[in-house]
């Protein structure tokens, strides 16, 4: 099962038993089901193309291929700024030590892949309370 | 100075926790060896031949006495006594114990120092002009600007995972002395319509594998865009950055292949958007920033001692530039004695540096890019004193600028990337044209010297680079000629085919002796020379027929 | 004609300390004479098996070639592993070369 860390902690996945669309449903006239949907978002796309449908989407899980490849920071940032206000999840192989980062460019949760999660157990995935520099220079 | 407010304090020694525990769980066997790799890397340490190394942070290449005594006792507590001055600014230790690590940083936040982002794919220290607040050509001090830059780039959740490195430096002169356009983002302080300061931006520099002049994305910036610009900057490079190939993941090589034109377009539409969710730098902070580096209570003008000897003649001739009050002098003390490590210092020479500093020059220190030590702000009756005590310590070497002040990076001494030294062919080259009193003669001339592709030497931007490499399993010296880091950045030219490790000292002097058989008079410098006459004359010099080899042999 | 094998061995740096080390049958070790020798390819692969299952001892594993000197001892056989083994040449005092090890 995969396993959710939060700000607040670990928890399972409640969205685990529907599904998680590809980011190309939008445009491959796919039959599309209730909504909100979840949406599958590839570090290399652009993400101003999904704001037409942002208020459709309830889950945008931003793909980390490596925990190195930090793309998907500046994904979660646009898509703040583009205005996207709906749940985003970062999902690979990330460690803990990047919660922060995560959690502070918009993302709301890291679905940590079982191989990182095999060995960091919940009690590495806290974030403190440390106030950042970009929020203390920035009004 | 900038000191550290509660929240720096606060915020370096938790990033020392949180260090560290990564060792920890490294130890324990948490962290994988693949994650704590990038993970030391943001915290300045490296694994090099023999040993690790830390790169600590002298943000603007800014210190005092204070600090720099913690740095001595560092050498001394967990080193060997020594540390090494690079070209970004910083100071490397090369011989701390993993387990030490966590400590070190500890004696460092004591002293509002860190070893934070001096490595690794993230927004590096940020440099600035060595002459920073004394320099007579500056519009403003560049430093308040490189501190507001190093506090944004800290930790920036954004930014920490990024394809590659990424350096910025910021002057606020025509002339420039921090290399600027050989930097992702180059920062130079300039003055708008209204006479206002502002910003013009450069972007896409760098050396390495493919060098790059850094090209002009902004002629002028309001100073309070600089931010969101950066961020806009920052964001395209991260999001559309090659990360398919290391050698081609620097933002030199997206603003090359998308072209100046384009990029900038893109980067102003990412602008744009930003702006208007850009409320302003936090006003407060900023005056303490702008307030940290008002000059110093600088003295009326006093008597001048006379100078009594030729070598502290010499030495002020050379090593004490202008600065913006006639009765002061800019010290530059030479980390390049002859036959010394370039950029190396003993921690007795930290600790004579930080009491010349207190005791002579407003307690103000400066770490140069050409791997030397700075007194800003000397007034110069202090001059022969000064001489007498660097002398004293071995510090006294009168060759700034000269073909003895050689820039060079560890090389195969110490870097595990390393394809052949450099230390000792700066020591070689520097001890020959002393041996032969040829230095003066000579005159301005910046040798700098690589030992790999990387270019932390610099040598792309040396009037004669050279660049070290292992052709197959034996050093090899490639020469470059004709670069130039200043404001009028070239890249140098290749010579041609490398030379031996035996050979590179000799083809250096025969590079040498055509210049002083070209040059129309003393005053052509070799650059000036090189600019006349071309490749050519050195082409010749270097690789000479056969014939004419062996019977100068 | 098969290419001629090197003979190798299998370094890499200790975790903590950071110091250059070889590998010995099963244990590793800081001087060099000791260092295991792999005489053929299969041998070579089964070395570098064998050296890599201590990623919480010793980090950046590699095999390297080397050479015999007159006594039969191993010897590096390109100059950057004369470095490691020695120490930096500015500074020999420093190195291995100036504790006589
Ligand atoms: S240029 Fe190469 S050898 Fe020199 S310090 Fe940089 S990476 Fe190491």
Redesign the pocket.
Known sequence: MTTIVTGNGISGDDWADRDVFAFDCFWNGQELPEEPLAVAFPNDREAADLVPWLDRIGLIVVDFPAFSDGRGFSVARRLRELGYRGRLRASGPLVSDQLRAALKVGFDEVAVAPSVAARQPASHWKVGAQESYQDRIAV | MYMYDDFDAAFVRGRVAEFRDQVARRLDGTLSEAEFLPIRLKNGLYLQLHAYMLRIAVPYGTLDSRKMRQLAYIADRWDKGYGHFTTRTNIQFNWPKLKDVPDILDALADVDMHAIQTSGNCIRNVTADHFAGAAADEIEDPRPTAELLRQWSTDHPEFAWLGRKFKIAVIASEHDRAVLKSHDIGVRIVRGVADEPGYEIFVGGGLGRTPMVAKQIRSFLPKAHLLPYLESILQVYNLQGRRDNKYKARIKILVHETGIDRFRELVETRFQEKLPQFNGVNQKILRRIEGSFVPPAFEAAQPMPPVLGAGLQSWIDTNVAAHRLDHYGIVTVSLKGIGETPGDASSDQMRLLADLAEEYAHDELRVSHEQNIVLPHVPRRHLPAIYDRLKAAGLATANIGLISDIIA????D??????AR?IPVAQQIAERFHELGLEHEIGPMKIKI????????HHHVGHIGIL?LDRAGVENYQITLGGDGTETTVIGERAGPGFSYDEIVPAIERIVSAYLDVRTDPEETFIECFRRVGMTPFKEALYPPEEARSNAA | MAKKFNPKMATGNDLLEGDVVYFSDGRWTRVIGEAELALSPEAEADLLGRASQFPNQVVGVYLTDVKLDDAGRAVPAHFREDFRMLGPSNRPEHGRAGQGA
């Open positions: 990076c560890p090389g195969m110490y870097c595990a990337l390393a394809t450099s690589s030992g790999c592709i990387n270019a932390c030497g070290g």
